[in-house]
């Protein structure tokens, strides 16, 4: 007889959970409380959904910030190729951009899910949606295996219409707290704390930072390419890279700046007022959301955290040295000129407006009465520009969830728990996340294609 599954929550995990537990011979019932499925997936790579990334198996696990070996089994288990030729035997083209990244061919997320859904509907499942997931049936647990310590049994899930569905396993997909206009509310957290597991405290992740200097508000819209960044605490560096990155009217965002975003969060983040200390959005706050206030886009919408150093290298292809002998031969051959005049040739856009402030040299004051000294601070900022990080953006403008349950408590060769017989768990509800590229779906790919497997046995 087959195995009743039940998967709870329709995005890129839950969905491939589902779709891989009935092509393992169960019946299976997806249940989504939105009234479509892939809610959150449709706004992913702004709207084009960068669904995995073709590099090495390998080296996947080098961009994994935190917990890559749990992930070992699902990757190998189910790998970027076999996502990518699921997707386009389910009929949606795909094509390989710069950095490995995989995206549709049409540039459009919403064929990504279609495929997906086609893959639903050949499968057999039975997809609920509209339908909320109120509760988990369980059981008092006790065996004589002395490596499986379960609490409890899943028996099936209690739905919002007070109606109960029987069942083999759950598996649940309900994602983290980013982007929580896309239902992710947060709500399964706290089911799951009530059978015993824990979480790993939740923080905005893939997110922009907060500068505390008025300077770096002036420069919003501005846009860097192939600058060099670090991010410190105290002396400890958090992060580093190359590319770009962008000002804003409350500090930077950009591809540079969220792949440090997520250390500096879990390392020096504070917690979000929107949510309750068990990791629920806020009833208060859901109406609140994306209508331009404090959990909108306003200045102040960010979670304050410890004080931490950004430097910005603008000339990374140069040293000091090399950079000094520069502004030497510019200064001679406008010695005439004013240092403000000069300064468009150094750094770009409306940068040589704040430039001068940074540096503390006055802008009208003649390049031929710059002193050695103030050369040498010309040189430092240009390669040390340095802003005051004071926290980030909040979940709603937050990519991914830093944290979520605790992967100790989770068996990483099925996905299973650890502590509650036949409930299994998958995606970004887990404590595992890595840098922008496609890496984050993958891990979600993996983990539900292994929990819809397991599951299914």
Known sequence: MAAEIIVVGAGPAGMIAAIAAAKAGAAVTLIEANEKAGKKLFITGKGRCNLTNACDTQEFFSHVLRNPK???????????????????????????????????????????????ERLIRQSGIKFLKNTKVLGLVREAYSSDDEKKKYRYIIKGVFLENKETLEADAVIVATGGVSYPTTGSDGNFFRHLTSLGHTIVSLKPGLVPLVVKEESCMRMQGLA???????????????????????????GVSGPLILAVSSDYSRLCG??????TDTYEIRKDKTSQLGKGNDFGHSSKAYIHGEEADLYIDLKPAANEEELDERLIREFSQGQNKYFKNILAGLVPGQMKDVFPDICGIQADKPVNSITREERREIVKCLKNLHFTIIGTRDFNEAIITVGGINVK????????????????????MLDTDSVTGGYNLQTAWSTGHLAGVSAAE
Do not use: Q, W
């Open 270 to 275: 504070g917690s979000s007022p929107m949510l």
């Open 409 to 428: 408590e989770v068996n990483p060769s099925t996905m299973e728990s650890k502590l509650v017989k036949n409930l299994y768990i998958a995606g970004e």
């Open 224 to 250: 860097l390419k192939n600058v060099s960044v670090s991010l410190k605490y105290g002396k400890k560096l958090i992060g580093s890279g190359f590319g770009e990155l962008l000002f804003t009217h409350f």
């Open 70 to 116: 749990f992930l070992y089994s699902s990757i190998y288990d189910f790998d970027a190729s076999a996502v990518m030729d699921m997707i386009e035997e389910a009929g949606c083209p795909l094509k390989t951009e710069r950095g490995e990244r995989v995206f549709p061919v049409s540039d459009h997320s919403a064929d990504i899910i279609a495929a997906l």
